[in-house]
């Protein structure tokens, strides 16, 4: 069937080439010309027949708000928008009901995959009403892995990127959990070759898991890994989980620990352990460090 | 090969099965008659060929320090025993000791497989002098998985169960990991299928991989696991890597507080939360429930 | 001076009361009659004289919104509305828009105090511009307590709330902290007298503080907590202190938990243990509980 | 009455001073010459008439396993040696043991006060048998604070140091509890006068304690805490206060990350987040940083 996709960066290419692989018709644009099909987003619904399907693929938050609003414009009764960003679940209400006050459909599309998509699939998470979804089963189908997993209909709008927020929770803990690990057995004298434990684990345990394959070619590469830094970044899904978990009572230590990991490894130095220090040196008289020093 | 097994429960006696299908000659020995291949250890022994090899598979603790206790006299100089058990990798080190005492090689194993070690192969973690190792090579390679994973000779006496303790430390985080997200999933009105977000999954995600695949199959065992209770023991594995940490000042947050989540699931009712119940009363009149109301 | 009181309850009547102590001229409204001293909100505005002071004393949120609503059309250029309540910072710059639109200056106002306010005085924390705030500051002398302290122009409108919210953060991790330290001590045989060792602290120790004062309060009145259940609510602020740290990517690990403690306390059973008893279960042939055996 | 002590560095030398002050009659050993009122402890013993009272206050460890050998070897029947040190609680056991087979009785004595003890005393919590307290009670009043308040006798022997020993880990979550407000306040744009928020908490509020008053000392000092680094040392009696909890199956949230918040400080790069950086790295090409851009 025919789809616009409206941004060709790493994610977006990569599922233009999956989509046309598959025999998909896909008219894409991008701001960037070099990788673009057409010169605007105009013409990128001009290509398309009735009723149209446009993937929003560019960042979340003003990017994604902008082109929505576009395509609100340019889009008539019974096309449907998919965005397929990173949204925060909270912005697919009201993009669905923007796009709604003009009769044109909303599916928000939670995606996992990264650089290996392309070859691998996509695994998809949707959420939107049930004909909207039924619609776009085609483009699902090619998108995603081959075999019964890797696609779910979650719910109403906002479900979709709900469950790929929550998986990418559960993914900064399953992280942390090995990374804990690891440091752990770096730091025991008796234990001479940490890397061949993780590589032993990959089969016959209880944590054997795709990110603990990830880990052992991470440490074949830099068996120590002193050529990174201890430094990560966190993308905005992880504190959405915990802004959810807030919302609804409910208690995430390990997610919000695995989080706050993050937060420390990008300080350099901790405000709030010169405020302990400050403290033991007032009622203890305990030698601290001072700036100077480090 | 010819081995001595000392413990025929779950695990033992499927390792015995298992060497057995393998072709190596195994005498096991159980103080339950009905399990046991010999009337006592005396016998086990009398039947091994020197130098002998006799792998202990009996709960960690008291019961290990007696059998090992037991071997140190009835074996000889050169044999060696394995303990495949779950001790304390500060164990180890006594009992090398008191078995190098008399000439006998000592190996710590740590085990992995659970009820799919039969036919799968047991994930092996082992600590010892690489002599001794060596000697047991033909027995771990029929216990093991096929393949090239699932051994790994982790360091010295003491690095087979300190490996295997860590990895029972990730297993708490990503149990928690998922129970956590299954949680706030299910709390959530927009979802209205978690099981299906869960299988999903299984299959071009970053999260997927072993105990993801079991949380799917409880799932398709009870949807909203409705006939069990949140109620989760420790095996002390959890509790010695916290103490490991310690030991070496490492952070481990997300694995600690896994553990902690599961003391609070054996409280009937949490003695720390009575005491901020009790101050939010003194400081603020705020309603407390009083027990009676229960 | 004169002032406006909107809401006699609890807070809002006692602060009317040591206005009145201190020859303040108050008029009080409350939707109950037998509370208040005037009718309407319509008649409080008209027994004040210009420039008009309103303090709203009612419960954050709807409340609040609808009678800031109604005094930005009831009040006149020049007058200023105190937000007392414990209404989230980020409502704050709403409020302060709506109202400046027409003139009105406002004034945000954490209070702290409780039941002891009356007698020993409120602690405030404003926000707001530093005139609105002088004109008020016959006002927050006569409510804070004796002393250099009890009272901050923290920053420009919002602050007073953020400062208040922090505060009430802090008091969680303070109260977990001295929870989790009587519950250990309560477990631990060789201590067979806690109620007298938090007495102990009270002087000459590093933790001594009001709330270990109320602490062995509560001890006296029941000395091992079992009149109470380990059950605790918690009043917003709490979630607030949290995600105001994710947006600033401020770890906060102890405040995170004691507000996870709280959410877990109220929990009858918790879906998360559920999930890893399912686990455990799955893989190990674990002993779980079911429902029916609670 | 008569007291030996041993051990005059800070803490020991003021004991002995404020002991002076309230009229006992103080023998002081120590290794230092200049600080040493005897020449050996063979001499302390000597001047000291029986029943003898020594009470040993060098560092927790084999310091203080050497001193009560030797005095389990100079003292007599009926004689009683205090551990006024940082003892661990399991330390109190061994040594209660060694010197009751010779007749001499044992008192643990947990002692709180710092530079400030030798003004207005120190709290103490004691355990060992009610007749040993009993004979030691004129010491512990003349050390202990005025008033009702700063003595304990919490139980058996090791109760003393057991009750110390949280106490240090209140105190660790009490100190992060206040540092996670003040980071989360210096971060926030409303707020321009974080001090001074500080300062007014002092009085009025529910988070009023001895540690918010050197919080402002410390602010007051260097309001930003430039001078300081983000670095903390932990002293043990954190770590032991975990391990308590662990062997009880008490959770400990709060006092846990603390603790570990503490261990993070003294790393100059996250292991750990070494790993994380990299399964991120190998996930998603996420651009990382590597250890030579630092």
């Given at each position: 069937m025919q789809i616009g996709i409206v ?37 990128l619904v001009?290509?398309l027949e009735a009723p149209r399907h446009v993937w929003v693929m ?6 994604t708000?902008?082109v929505i609003d576009q395509l609100a414009s340019l889009l008539r009764h019974d096309d449907i928008v998919v965005d397929g960003g990173?949204s925060?679940?909270?912005d697919d209400e009201r993009h669905a009901r923007e796009l709604a006050a003009r009769g044109i459909g909303f599916v928000d599309a ?14 998809l998470?949707v959420g939107g009403d049930p004909e909207h979804v039924d619609r776009l089963r085609p483009i699902f ?12 209909h979650a719910g109403r709008v906002g479900a979709g990127h ?133």
């Amino acid at each position: 069937m025919q789809i616009g996709i409206v941004g060709l960066g790493k994610m977006g290419g990569n599922m233009r080439e999956r989509l046309r692989r598959a025999g998909h018709t896909v008219v894409g644009y991008d701001r960037n010309p070099e990788l673009s099909d057409v010169g605007s987003l105009v013409d990128l619904v001009d290509k398309l027949e009735a009723p149209r399907h446009v993937w929003v693929m560019v960042p979340a938050g003003p990017a994604t708000h902008t082109v929505i609003d576009q395509l609100a414009s340019l889009l008539r009764h019974d096309d449907i928008v998919v965005d397929g960003g990173n949204s925060r679940w909270t912005d697919d209400e009201r993009h669905a009901r923007e796009l709604a006050a003009r009769g044109i459909g909303f599916v928000d599309a939670g995606v996992s995959g990264g650089v290996w998509g392309l070859q691998n699939g996509y695994a998809l998470m949707v959420g939107g009403d049930p004909e909207h979804v039924d619609r776009l089963r085609p483009i699902f189908e090619a998108l995603k892995p081959e075999g019964p997993y890797g696609f779910v209909h979650a719910g109403r709008v906002g479900a979709g990127h709900f469950a790929k927020m929550v998986h990418n929770g559960i993914e900064y803990a399953m992280m942390q959990a090995y990374a804990e690990g690891w440091e752990l057995l770096e730091n025991v004298e008796s234990v001479d070759n940490v890397r061949e434990v993780f590589r032993s684990w990959q089969q016959g345990t209880v944590i054997r898991s795709w990110l603990l394959d990830l880990a052992v070619d991470a440490l074949d590469e830099d068996e120590h890994l002193e050529r990174l830094r201890g430094y990560a970044e966190d993308s905005g899904e992880g504190r959405w989980t915990v802004e959810a978990a807030l919302d609804h009572a409910v208690p995430l230590p390990a997610i919000t620990a695995s989080l706050f990991a993050r937060f420390s490894s990008r300080q350099e130095d901790s405000p709030q352990m010169k405020m302990v220090a400050a403290l033991r040196k007032q009622f203890g008289g305990h030698t601290v460090e001072s700036a100077k020093e480090k």
